[in-house]
Every structure is written in structure tokens, then in C-alpha cells.
């Protein structure tokens, strides 16, 4: 930040907001805009104390007419836009709303996780996916059991190499990668030991 206090953070699916403001506090950030598809979160937001709240998805993003120093899209969100094209806008609006200095963080689930996927899957993941490369093969589909109810729900898990392309469409290029494992909190800078968190910024 060229030695000066971020003054501006963006969190693109912000859930209750607890995340967000926890970031913001940490890096000295004053002013906090949160956005999230869930009306209820959203409220959540604006009771946890967010300068600004959003309802809406990441792809259909507003103007803004201020730049943000740090943008945060975390937990996969990216996962959960619904196709490959409105990733590819959910990106171009978040990087609009960067300033040449900002940086961008980006969680996502890594479909080449072995620590969490299974060694076997995913080594034949790997060799499948380099010789016939196909990010379809990303979607999944899953069921959450709670309070004895079975929800159904769907994702998409990305390759290195499919974020890469990703976000050089949208006009930004990673930094920096590290691989987290979530159950234990190790962080690697081996792609096969966990979910990717990417540093990028503007190109």
C-alpha cells in the first residue's frame, strides 16, 4: 500500500460479516463495504457494524465510486457463481472496483486437494486434467445433513491453472498462492495440500 494505512475494504460474499470486520480490524482498515446474495446475512452485516451493506451477487457488483485498497472473496464463493461467465464478470466487477495498489485475496476449493480429496483421486485427477483439460469437470454436487434434513447443494472446485486463466480475463494476475488445509490450518506452497488462497492484484 506504498507505506500508507488501507483505508478501504471490499467483501464480496460476506456471510454474517463476522469475517470481514475480524480482516478489517486486523489490517487497520476504517471504512467496510459487505456484500452477499442473502438478505438475512446481510442484516447480519449491518448489526455487526459494516459501513455499507450490498444485497446482491458478486456478478452483478455496482460502480463504485471510490476505489478499495484490500478486495476479499473467501469460502469459496467463487465456487458458487453458477457459470463459468459469470465468474469471469463477478471478477471484471471486482477488479473495477481496485485501484492500481490493491490487493485482491481469493479462497477457493483446489479440485487437485489430496490432503482433503483423497491421494488416489486426485493423482488421477491431475493426469486427466493435463492431458484433456476440462473445467467442467469441476461442478459437483453435494447434500448437507442438518438438524436432520438432508440440502442439496452444488459448487464448482478449480484447478491452479483455471484460476490463472480466470483472472487474467478479468484483467488481474496472482501475486502470490498458498494451499490451507482447513481441517488442521496448515498452509503450504504445495498445490496438492490443500484449498487455494491467491493474493492478485490489477495487471
Given amino acids: 500500500f506504498s507505506n500508507r494505512k488501507p483505508e478501504r475494504l471490499l467483501d464480496v460474499g460476506a456471510g454474517d460479516g463476522v469475517r470481514g470486520l475480524r480482516i478489517a480490524k486486523a489490517s487497520g482498515t476504517s471504512h467496510i ?3 452477499d446474495s442473502s ?11 459494516a459501513s455499507e451493506v450490498i444485497h446482491g451477487f458478486a456478478e452483478d457488483l455496482p460502480t463504485f465510486n471510490e476505489k478499495f485498497d484490500i478486495v476479499l472473496m473467501l469460502w ?13 464478470e463477478a471478477l471484471k466487477r471486482i477488479a473495477r472496483a481496485m485501484g492500481s495498489q490493491s490487493v485482491f485475496f481469493l479462497d477457493v476449493n483446489n479440485r487437485h486437494n489430496g490432503a482433503s480429496y483423497g491421494w488416489w483421486k486426485v493423482f488421477r485427477r491431475v493426469i486427466v ?16 445433513e442438518v438438524d ?6 452444488k459448487g464448482h472446485l478449480f484447478t491452479p491453472s483455471e484460476l490463472k486463466v480466470l483472472l487474467r480475463e478479468a484483467g488481474l ?12 490450518g496448515s498452509v503450504s506452497k ?14
Fill in 129 to 144: 486434467d493435463t492431458i484433456s483439460p476440462d473445467e467442467s469437470r469441476g461442478d459437483v454436487s453435494y447434500t448437507w
Fill in 148 to 153: 436432520g434434513k438432508s440440502i442439496p447443494g
Fill in 173 to 184: 494476475e496472482i501475486r502470490d498462492t498458498f494451499y490451507v488445509d482447513y481441517k488442521t
Fill in 76 to 88: 469459496n464463493v467463487l465456487g458458487h457463481v453458477e457459470t463459468r461467465e459469470k465468474r469471469v
Fill in 33 to 35: 463495504t459487505q456484500c
Fill in 190 to 203: 504445495n498445490r496438492l495440500r490443500g484449498q487455494m488462497l491467491v493474493q492478485a492484484g490489477k495487471i
Fill in 39 to 49: 438478505q438475512e446475512m446481510i442484516e447480519r452485516c449491518r448489526l455487526e457494524g
